[in-house]
């Protein structure tokens, strides 16, 4: 069995953040997003993966590399889809490094707890056409959703207006070769795209067994920012502490708190599930739950929690708390001085800025 995960797309819901790099690659607990869906597919036992790219590709293809930090054997190829057309059309894109073998597609902004292996056992035990994850949501009209009946997949519509369910389809799916078949006969939504969910409904229509599976457990679609911070704590909270930094006689640090070697901590508190890169001082501040802060950072007389702060950023003398942030690599925010003042900034496109 192969594995196939999308990683193209531009992340407008993630901008200003994406402006500047692949939103796959923005972190959840220190670790790109992208590397919990490889990491899913080679527990699985899968050792081939294609990885669909577009606009970002170059950048993915640094961070990923070829596949070898995953362990022996494991090999990445890198597919192109010049043109963002839907699921289906990168299934189609990738036909020929699938070949007809079965294959996992996983769309790489998704991070599902419980792994996959279960289900990569249930399908090469069952031999359906098609498996797919369903999970039950409050806003189905959000996503691609599934009808059932009698226990089977009868009907499925992508972000309907009226959903007739609450079962949204998790972003894993697991295909045999058909799959070829169906996104070649389906014609392109008035999104413009070649909808999976189109295609699944043709192997439905045509008599192919496509079985559903309800996922236990949590499962995080990372394409908003709110989604993102909830898969941060989600992830944090499985943390199991390790402080191989420098943590002073005047600081305190309580709970599961991994502080990488290099990091420093003065004078401040640390209360986990927190993570702290390789390189960034902490000084005089406090760092509360479910934060994630990577390498090379310096905050300085600040409070932060639930938040995730990325590579190389400054965040000095703030004097209250930062909250439910999501702070880009090398920014710099600091205290201006008291009134009378004028207010400067060098601010990126989408951002937003409240002033009181």
Not at 291 to 313: A, D, K, N, P, Y
């Given at each position: 069995?192969?594995?196939?995960?999308?990683?193209?797309?531009?992340?407008?819901?993630?901008?200003?953040?994406?402006?500047?790099?692949?939103?796959?690659?923005?972190?959840?607990?220190?670790?790109?997003?992208?590397?919990?869906?490889?990491?899913?597919?080679?527990?699985?036992?899968?050792?081939?993966?294609?990885?669909?790219?577009?606009?970002?590709?170059?950048?993915?293809?640094?961070?990923?590399?070829?596949?070898?930090?995953?362990?022996?054997?494991?090999?990445?190829?890198?597919?192109?889809?010049?043109?963002?057309?839907?699921?289906?059309?990168?299934?189609?894109?990738?036909?020929?490094?699938?070949?007809?073998?079965?294959?996992?597609?996983?769309?790489?902004?998704?991070?599902?707890?419980?792994?996959?292996?279960?289900?990569?056992?249930?399908?090469?035990?069952?031999?359906?056409?098609?498996?797919?994850?369903?999970?039950?949501?409050?806003?189905?009209?959000?996503f691609g959703v599934a009808e059932l009946q009698g226990g089977k997949v009868v009907r499925l519509v992508e972000k309907p207006k009226e959903p007739r369910s609450n079962l949204a389809l998790v972003g894993v799916y697991l295909f045999d070769h058909n799959i070829f078949e169906a996104a070649k006969a389906i014609r392109s939504s008035w999104r413009n795209e070649l909808e999976i969910t189109d295609a699944i409904q043709y192997l439905v229509e045509h008599g192919y067994e496509v079985q559903p599976h309800l996922v236990?457990?949590?499962?995080?679609?990372?394409?908003?920012?709110?989604?993102?911070?909830?898969?941060?704590?989600?992830?944090?909270?499985?943390?199991?502490?390790?402080?191989?930094?420098?943590?002073?006689?005047?600081?305190?640090?309580?709970?599961?708190?991994?502080?990488?070697?290099?990091?420093?901590?003065?004078?401040?508190?640390?209360?986990?599930?927190?993570?702290?890169?390789?390189?960034?001082?902490?000084?005089?501040?406090?760092?509360?739950?479910?934060?994630?802060?990577?390498?090379?950072?310096?905050?300085?007389?600040?409070?932060?929690?639930?938040?995730?702060?990325?590579?190389?950023?400054?965040?000095?003398?703030?004097?209250?708390?930062?909250?439910?942030?999501?702070?880009?690599?090398?920014?710099?925010?600091?205290?201006?001085?008291?009134?009378?003042?004028?207010?400067?900034?060098?601010?990126?496109?989408?951002?937003?800025?409240?002033?009181?």
């Amino acid at each position: 069995m192969k594995g196939l995960i999308l990683s193209g797309g531009k992340g407008t819901r993630l901008r200003p953040l994406t402006f500047t790099q692949a939103k796959q690659l923005v972190p959840v607990a220190n670790k790109p997003v992208l590397f919990y869906g490889i990491e899913a597919l080679v527990e699985a036992g899968i050792r081939e993966i294609g990885i669909v790219v577009g606009d970002t590709k170059e950048e993915i293809r640094a961070a990923v590399g070829d596949g070898s930090r995953w362990g022996r054997g494991v090999r990445v190829t890198y597919i192109e889809q010049p043109d963002p057309l839907g699921l289906a059309h990168a299934v189609l894109v990738a036909e020929s490094f699938l070949g007809r073998e079965p294959f996992v597609m996983y769309l790489g902004d998704n991070i599902l707890k419980s792994g996959i292996t279960s289900l990569v056992e249930e399908f090469t035990r069952k031999k359906p056409n098609s498996l797919i994850l369903l999970t039950e949501v409050p806003n189905p009209q959000m996503f691609g959703v599934a009808e059932l009946q009698g226990g089977k997949v009868v009907r499925l519509v992508e972000k309907p207006k009226e959903p007739r369910s609450n079962l949204a389809l998790v972003g894993v799916y697991l295909f045999d070769h058909n799959i070829f078949e169906a996104a070649k006969a389906i014609r392109s939504s008035w999104r413009n795209e070649l909808e999976i969910t189109d295609a699944i409904q043709y192997l439905v229509e045509h008599g192919y067994e496509v079985q559903p599976h309800l996922v236990t457990g949590w499962w995080k679609d990372t394409g908003k920012i709110e989604d993102l911070l909830e898969a941060n704590r989600l992830i944090l909270d499985t943390l199991a502490g390790r402080v191989e930094g420098e943590v002073d006689a005047e600081s305190r640090v309580s709970g599961p708190v991994v502080l990488e070697k290099g990091a420093v901590v003065r004078n401040s508190t640390i209360r986990g599930p927190v993570i702290i890169g390789d390189g960034t001082e902490v000084i005089e501040s406090y760092i509360g739950p479910f934060t994630s802060i990577q390498g090379r950072c310096r905050i300085v007389r600040t409070e932060i929690e639930h938040s995730i702060v990325l590579e190389g950023s400054q965040i000095l003398d703030i004097g209250s708390r930062v909250d439910e942030s999501l702070i880009g690599r090398e920014v710099r925010i600091f205290k201006c001085p008291p009134k009378p003042s004028v207010y400067r900034f060098v601010v990126g496109d989408k951002s937003e800025i409240g002033i009181k």
